[in-house]
């Protein structure tokens, strides 16, 4: 799952200051999940919002909430057709596909990140969230007990672990467990400490092109068409 | 300007709302298990709050003679209480006295109006007859009581000792049957149904009881100063004295036992001895009365059997076997049986017989009789082999309580309708919803666990003296307490819509019960018969896709705070305090509603069901509206909820932070909730309200008032 903030109130206020109906729009997956921007923090944020402009007592916005199921897709926008009219922007908590998603989708709106989008992860208890995947294309779980040294292991080293390991936690943050331990540990449970002594090669992140793109298609090639995104 | 409350999420709601249909489906076991079904979880809620005349309306609504079962009433409800899983049911017959007395039940005037020309008979005024004449008064038919004794109400004025069911009590209900117009004939006894066909009656309800005391077929059961517990009771219910001797002994187990036997000592006899064939496991009467027979100084000997009476020098000398319980016999009770060369003779002045009733038809009336000499009717539309004639109650069921006779006359009410407007009997649908099951182990464990409390009674000693009543009323603190141990069956969260929930699993995280659970499909599911109702998820839900069931509960935070706008506006008092306040326990009992009068006027309380319902944006509402300080109170460690303190300090801390980034003084939002039991609630709220009133007056939020 994708996990985000909610952007600090000021800075949000910042952005929306050129523009006078704002529509503040939630997602219902992932953002929800992570207590950023599901449709209880979408009232909530309306609500501070009203709240500080009648404090500040020179502003007139006025706002608007909807959260939808799903931002990441263009299907799940089409509600929106007939809501965009009536707005001058629309404050996306959704992640940042969210919101790059509905600026292809409307060329002509303003949209603004109301969170910042951090990582992908899971909950370790109830509010608090740890990364656990840094998407990197090249998934070597396999040879690492299912602990992934490149989001976990502060240095990312495919051959650990360092000398900075210390009592099991990392040099670099001692609350953190070092990752190389854990896979030590669990290699070891598992009766696969031979996997500890290969030698795992360098691997070339300058080779992977940017932005990725994944097709399960077999015999359509997938065109970009020229966007404008206004 | 903005409109308040501008939810363009609304129409979208609303839809998705109507689509899934709410279910209420389960029934709480109380009210499965009373006879007539009353809605019991609603008025104890309603009791725990506080709103004792609403819980009043409640109780009036299901039962004809409410503070008749407030009195004697078996409970059923009690015994079926899902709290027995936990520690002792809630005390559901005491509370209802409590709402009875204290919601002013003795001004409820009953009225009726005749809307029909059928003229209807009934034959006896005990509970069944009396509750037949008051439903078909209400329907709108004439109806006549016929009463062979002087006076109404049959086994609950001949058979009930007083101190049970004060006389006045049962006066108040039976004048409502004559302020609705009910004709009543007292000192007629009906010797034949032809007659009152004659009369003009075009239907007769029988309700004759059952009050022929069934014999013990032992030598001797004829000699004087052996008397039936049913003649004795009536004789003094009546007002005669039947002089008893010094000791005085009362075969049998059962309640008419033990009231005879207390009856007996109230009458100035210095030893009571009941004498019992099985042990106090097998005793049918009520387990609460039994204690207090004891505690009065009844003795009882268990496994103990008369055989033969003998009557010697104005004595009688009874011979007695012992016994021994061997296998359950078809009343699932254990049989016993005699021991062999036991016998024993004890000396008594008077021997009450009290081992079971059975009904006494009159040959003439011509109905059909079946096992245990009582009538036979057909159980759907309650009518004997002859035309027009119905019959319930006791005559029909065999000894049984106040309440199924209740019950009982209610339906043949309506059957009666039924077939004086030639319909077919509609066939009700209580009983076919599913009752709330078991609580989890798991769920129990987590419930606070707070003993029940009983409403005083008399001492003993002071009892035994006359036949005033021996229970006391609760005192009104002591009555919300008791009423806020109810779990709230059926009442609690369900995932109204299913389709917005992220499965986030927050609900299952919060939950202090470990009441929801994903499913194997990796849906949540919030089981019915488990949740506590407490609220907490509802709140936290980061979808908002949760509802609490009972549709009350639902009352609009948001709405209550337009409601106050308005009011404040109106009436132009500065400062605005606006107080979240629960309404169970201390704070609904109108502690703090009385407290801001006068010179403290300002101070508007929203009405909440717990504030662990209160949301962090309902707090951040409050500020918008343009009030100075919001605070918000509840019971804290007195909560009969887990956790809710906890997610009230959440949220406070949550919105508090927000104030800061606004530019607002966190100190105008402050939460109370209590920590111990001697805390007063009132003072701190007070400085509270006090400090923070005229202080912030420059940064409040000034807000234009749409009417």
Redesign the interface.
Known sequence: MIVAEQK???EIRRMIIPYERVLILGC??CM??C?AG????V??L???L???Q???GNET???????L?RQCDPEFLDVLDD?IDDVDTVLSLGCGIGVQALAERFPALPVLPGVNTSFMGM?K??GVWDERCAACGDCRLEETAGICPITRCTKGILNGPCAGTKNGKCEANKDMDCAWVLIYKRLERLEQLEKMRRYYPMRNFRAIPRPKRITSKISVDVVDVGEDNG | M?PLV????QG?QDNRAKKIPIDHSLMPPCQAACPLHMQIREYVDLVAQGRIMEALQVIRSGNPFPSICAYVCTHPCEDACRRCQVDNPIAIRALKRFALEFGGDRMIQAEAETRHPEKVAIVGSGPAGLACAYYLRALGYPATIFEAHSELGGMLRVGIPQYRLPREVLETEVQRLTQMGVEIRTNTRVVSLDLLFDLGYKAIFITIGAHQSLRMGIEGEESPGVIDGATFLREVNLGLKPSLGNTVAVVGGGNVAIDAARTALRLGTHKVNILYRRSRDEMPADPAEVEQALEEGVGILFLVAPTGIKRENGRLSVTCVKMELGEPDASGRRRPTPIRDSEFIKEFDTLITAIGQAPQTPADFHVSIGRGSTIQVDTVTLTTNRRGVFAGGDAVTGPATVTEALAAGRLASSRIDDYLQHRYPLVSKEGSESVSGDLLPETIEMIRKTGRLEPPILPPGKRRKDFKAVELIYDWEVATNEARRCLRCGMGAEILFQ??C?????CL??CPYHVPYLDASGTIQIPDDQCQACGICVAE????AIVLRKPYDRRQITEELDHILKSAAQSNLKPLIIGFCCQYGLFGTGTLASLWRGPKAGTWLVPVLCVAKV???HI??A??MGAEGVFIAGCGEQCARENTAFWVRERVEKVRR?LV????EPERLQAFVLSTTNEDPAEGIDSFVEQVGGLYLA?V???EVKS
């Open positions: 600090p109130l000021e219902g997956t929800t999940v207590d599901g449709e209880r923090e009232s909530f309306h609500s501070a009203r709240v500080a009648a404090k500040s916005h006025t706002f608007s909430e909807y959260t199921k809501k909950a208890e109830l | 903005y501008a939810d363009n999420n979208y389709d917005k992220a499965t986030c699993l927050t995280r919060v839900c980061p979808a908002k949301e962090a944006d951040l509402r500020f918008e927000t980034q606004i530019g607002l940064s939020i000034m807000q």
